[in-house]
């Protein structure tokens, strides 16, 4: 098997230390992708929401509104976690421009590369944070566009931890078969912190993802890995494919409803039709020139609610009082 640099020095390491648990690789798997990587849109490995469509971060606004009239709070925090090229909060930042909202523009993300691309992207100033902790202690809305499913998970197989070795020329799983069960400590980690931000300094989280909300450890598994818009091996592409696994919605809620707050969770298509997506494309149709241009924009917008493409696979957790 031909390997990257990445892939050689984790060669390295497992051959001296022994096998890594599947959670220290992914961890590190993803953390090299997204610091190298040119990941979203056409010429990369997978295209997000905000990336489709502008109707997104739109919807999304119109929901930040709703939190601050409901409060009464217009200078909130504004904390995306995970932002990629920084489209989402440029979408948003728009919309809220016209309001009396002067929210106060916050990301959480490790990779040094992504974060120039919010920098050219954004506007406004912006502060970056790698730790959640560090946020100012003030009412906050949190914001997770596909973070959640690109947080290293852990598996296990019988009960006993799935690590990764490299047996024969290639990274393998150990052990194999049996019944598998994944959990993710890292986002149960980070909600626990924003489920304590939020119950001491007030406000809302709404967290968009794929996964599901049925058992909290779910049986079977759902890493995948995708790379040029297709599905690959997960460990014949480590570092240089976008590793992920499903959201546990009813485990991530937990600690918010701990803490005394509601949980509403919905599909994509739910949530944007509530938040005005009607409207925000019938704008957008009124203000476009061509017919081709039309055409473009409503076929995009449509990928987002259609549920044979975005508008049922992905759904939304919002959190509030
Ligand atoms: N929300 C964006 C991008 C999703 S990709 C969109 O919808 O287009 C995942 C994002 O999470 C990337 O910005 C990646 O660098 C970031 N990320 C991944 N793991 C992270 C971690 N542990 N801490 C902070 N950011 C992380």
Same mark, same amino acid.
């Given at each position: 098997m031909h390997l990257t640099p990445f892939q050689k020095n984790l060669r390295e390491k497992i051959l001296s230390q022994g096998p890594l648990s599947l959670l220290e690789v992914m961890g590190l798997s993803n953390a090299h992708y997204y610091a190298e990587k040119e990941v979203f849109g056409r010429e990369g490995d997978f295209i997000t929401s905000p990336e489709i469509s502008q109707i997104f971060g739109e919807c999304v606004a119109f929901w930040i509104v709703e939190q601050c009239q409901r409060e009464e709070i217009y200078d909130p925090i504004l904390l995306? *976690?995970?932002?990629?090229?920084? $489209?989402? !909060?440029?979408?948003?930042?728009?919309?809220?421009?016209k309001t009396k909202i002067k929210p106060d523009i916050h990301f959480l993300e490790?990779?040094?590369?992504?974060?120039?691309?919010?920098?050219?992207?954004?506007?406004?100033?912006?502060?970056?944070?790698?730790?959640?902790?560090?946020?100012?202690?003030? +009412?906050?809305? +949190?914001?997770?566009?596909?973070?959640?499913?690109?947080?290293p998970i852990q598996q296990k197989v019988d009960g006993v931890d799935v690590y990764v070795d490299?047996?024969?020329?290639?990274?393998?799983?150990?052990?194999?078969?049996?019944? *598998?069960?994944? $959990?993710?400590?890292?986002?149960?980690?980070?909600?626990? $912190? !924003?489920?304590?931000?939020?119950?001491?300094?007030?406000?809302?989280?709404?967290?968009?993802?794929?996964?599901?909300?049925?058992? /909290?450890?779910?049986?079977?598994? $759902?890493?995948?890995?995708?790379?040029?818009?297709?599905?690959?091996?997960p460990l014949k592409h480590l570092g240089d494919a976008d590793l992920t696994a499903h959201v546990d919605f009813k485990l991530l809620s937990e600690a918010f409803l701990k803490k005394g707050f509601r949980g509403n969770f919905m599909t994509q298509r739910d949530f944007l039709k509530a938040y005005g997506f009607d409207l925000r494309?019938?704008?957008?149709?009124?203000? /476009?020139? /061509?017919?081709?241009?039309?055409?473009?924009?409503?076929?995009?917008?449509?990928?987002?609610?259609?549920?044979?493409?975005?508008?049922?696979?992905?759904?939304?957790?919002?959190? /509030?009082?």
């Open positions: 995306e *976690m995970g932002p990629g090229r920084g $489209t989402l !909060m440029r979408d948003i930042v728009r919309i809220l421009s490790t990779s040094p590369k992504l974060r120039e691309f919010q920098k050219e992207n954004m506007p406004e100033p912006c502060v970056w944070h790698d730790d959640l902790r560090d946020i100012p202690k003030k +009412f906050a809305l +949190f914001l997770a566009n596909e973070f959640f499913d690109a947080l490299y047996v024969d020329d290639a990274f393998v799983r150990v052990p194999r078969g049996g019944e *598998m069960i994944e $959990t993710s400590p890292v986002s149960l980690d980070i909600s626990k $912190t !924003m489920a304590a931000h939020l119950s001491s300094y007030g406000g809302a989280a709404l967290i968009i993802d794929y996964g599901d909300y049925t058992k /909290s450890e779910r049986i079977g598994e $759902t890493l995948q890995a995708v790379k040029q818009h297709a599905y690959v091996d494309l019938q704008k957008l149709m009124e203000q /476009s020139l /061509s017919h081709d241009q039309r055409q473009d924009i409503q076929s995009r917008a449509h990928r987002l609610i259609d549920p044979k493409q975005m508008g049922e696979l992905f759904k939304v957790l919002e959190i /509030s009082l």
